[in-house]
């Protein structure tokens, strides 16, 4: 049973333009949610989050929105850059413990 | 600041053999310490969590299981490795407090092969 769906394997930007990742889930328990940058051979970097409580959490270049009828978060890469190339996964959490990751999206971008 | 080890980082053992990962967390008193692996292609999952010595939750049935001997260490092991168990393991924390909203921090990961 895949509580977090990332549905799009990959995704390719142009430099200085939008990247958007798109992540659906399927558990209606969670409270909160993640988003990870993963490079190869490293562990996965913390980049931003977002409480259920709550539509939007910006930091930086990264904002993501949570559409909770939906059940559907994105994250917005605002100007992309190479060095954002990676692969980003959404996680979902309910109870503290059990953080739930999608499958990633691995994200392009062009110089 | 909070420092998370992982070793060794790359890991060939045969079918059958055993195995040991170790983990230490730096920086932070009581974690809660998690070993997540990434099959090929494929998201984390979830194999074991820790809140303190000796307390170990499995998450799924398997072939590993988990020790923590201290506070800030947490060991995955195996007596009999299988071709299922190559992947990329990886170990984290969570604060102990506000435990809810409080992000997983990641090692750099142990890539095992089973050959």
């Known amino acids: 049973d895949q509580q977090v769906k990332q549905n799009s394997p990959s995704l390719s930007v142009q430099e200085g333009r939008i990247s958007i990742l798109n992540c659906d889930y399927t558990?209606?328990?969670?409270?909160?949610f993640l988003w990870y940058k993963k490079y190869p051979a490293e562990g996965p970097t913390f980049l931003i989050s977002?409480?259920?409580?709550?539509d939007k959490n910006e930091d930086g270049r990264f904002t993501v929105f949570l559409n909770k009828s939906a059940k559907h978060l994105s994250l917005h890469i605002v100007p992309s850059q190479p060095g954002d190339s990676a692969v980003y996964f959404c996680?979902?959490?309910?109870?503290?413990?059990?953080?739930?990751f999608g499958a990633g999206t691995r994200l392009f971008v062009k110089a | 600041s909070q420092t998370i080890h992982q070793w060794p980082a790359t890991l060939v053992q045969p079918v059958g053999s055993p195995l040991s990962l170790e983990c230490t967390v730096e920086?932070?008193?009581?974690?809660?310490l998690y070993w997540y692996r990434q099959a090929a292609g494929r998201g984390l999952q979830l194999l074991f969590y820790?809140?303190?010595?000796?307390?170990i939750s499995s998450e799924v049935p398997q072939n590993l299981s988990a020790s923590r001997p201290q506070d800030r260490q947490f060991i995955l092991s195996s007596k009999k490795l299988l071709l299922s168990d190559s992947g990329f393991y990886l170990c984290?924390?969570?604060?102990?407090?506000?435990?809810?909203?409080?992000?997983?921090?990641f090692g750099n990961g142990t890539r095992l092969t089973v050959t």
């Open positions: 977002i409480s259920s409580i709550k």
């Open positions: 820790s809140v303190g010595i000796g307390q």
């Open positions: 984290a924390w969570t604060s102990p407090t506000n435990i809810n909203n409080s992000p997983l921090h």
């Open positions: 920086g932070t008193s009581n974690p809660n």
């Open positions: 996680a979902g959490r309910s109870g503290g413990f059990k953080t739930i």
């Open positions: 558990n209606s328990m969670f409270d909160y």
